[in-house]
């Protein structure tokens, strides 16, 4: 099945950072979905990207298939950013599952 | 519009034990899929149901099972509890109009799981 693999696993950025979050994955897909975990546990959906880029605010996110990687930009950071950003991507096989990478932990300090 | 809710929020069981969780997906979602999520594996597929039939299956052993109503609410049971159970689970919602890979998903907040 697909592999998902994530960079960096920690961030630390003071507010007003940028960052970029990256998602490797092994195989080509046709669905690629970026999610926010908050401290509560909740997964919100933040992009389905499966190429191209789209925006929402101070998120962006962009999706090259032909080179298996997708970006998630955070643009001057705030504390409600802090939590886990997750990747996911159909698992391949004709299984009808989202394969999640490990994730990024985002600390954004006041 | 409501989002996809789970109940209960917390649950303590002993091993040996079964547990029944509920999930009501968002007004208008038929696709509900059940994921657990641990610190050491992550989020992993446990099944996913459309139109109360069982669609797609994960690699999880059969004391883990689930139904859909014809309201599209869905339960999961995890019978004989074991410690390694301990998770929070989470169910998310989709129109189901086709494959749920092509659809956003929408999770709940999860029912944190503790098996002593």
């Known amino acids: 099945g697909i592999q998902v693999e994530q960079s960096p696993p920690d961030l630390i950025l003071q507010e007003g950072a940028n960052s970029t979050l990256r998602c490797n994955f092994s195989?080509?897909?046709?669905?690629l979905q970026w999610f926010h975990q908050n401290p509560w546990g909740q997964l919100i959906n933040l992009f389905y990207i499966p190429s191209g880029t789209k925006q929402n605010g101070r998120l962006s996110a962009t999706t090259v298939a032909t080179e298996r990687y997708s970006l998630l930009y955070i643009s001057s950071s705030q504390t409600t950013d802090s939590g886990v950003y997750f990747c996911a991507a159909p698992g391949g096989g004709g299984s009808e599952k989202l394969v999640f990478g490990k994730g990024t932990k985002l600390t954004v300090n006041p | 519009k409501a989002g996809v809710t789970q109940t209960p929020r917390y649950l303590i069981k002993t091993r040996g034990q079964q547990v029944t969780l509920s999930c009501s997906p968002i007004?208008?979602?038929?696709?509900v899929s059940w994921y657990q999520q641990t610190p050491g594996q992550g989020l992993q597929f446990l099944f996913e149901?459309?139109?109360?039939?069982?669609?797609n299956k994960g690699n999880f052993p059969g004391r883990f099972s689930g139904r859909q109503f014809s309201n599209s609410r869905s339960e999961m049971n995890v019978s004989t509890l074991e410690l390694g159970d301990s998770a929070l689970y989470l169910c998310?919602?989709?129109f189901g109009q086709g494959s749920p890979l092509n659809e956003k998903l929408f999770f709940g907040s999860g029912t944190q799981l503790s098996v002593l």
């Open positions: 149901y459309f139109s109360e039939t069982q669609r």
């Open positions: 007004s208008g979602h038929r696709s």
């Open positions: 998310a919602s989709s």
């Open positions: 195989d080509s897909v046709n669905n």
